[in-house]
Nanobody, 126 residues
């Protein structure tokens, strides 16, 4: 069973940037789709971005498109989320997830992911 560990969260002012990382414990990381999700207090967990196993296919929620960039380094078993032009509404706990049998637009669906990390908090002050 894969273990996923997020890092890179923190407190940043509006307009600033952060880079999140998600490290996987198994070398099979490169075989599967990966996604970033977030959950703010009192809200449902929501899709942020996803990448296919190769990194060739990426998807973004409309709320982050043009500001966030998802990427992965399969040699390092690590996925990243570069977050620029951060807004207070981006404040949430960010989770990475791995989907063993997900592809295409189904990568945007929370329920399609099999393994989850513990999350890292991102707080954007106004």
């Amino acid at each position: 069973q894969v273990q996923l560990a997020e890092s890179g969260g923190g407190l940043v002012q509006a307009g600033g940037s952060l880079r999140l990382s998600c490290a996987a414990s198994l070398g099979t990381f490169g075989y599967y789709a990966m996604g970033w999700f977030r959950q703010a207090p009192g809200k449902e967990r929501e899709f942020v971005a996803a990448t296919s196993w190769s990194g060739g296919g990426t998807y973004y929620s409309d709320s982050v498109k043009g500001r966030f960039t998802i990427s992965r380094d399969n040699a390092k078993n690590t996925m990243y989320l570069q977050m620029n032009s951060l807004k207070p509404e981006d404040t949430a706990r960010y989770y990475c997830a791995q989907g063993r049998s997900v592809q295409g637009r189904s990568m945007m669906v929370t329920e399609n992911y099999d393994y989850w990390g513990q999350g890292t908090q991102v707080t954007v002050s106004s």
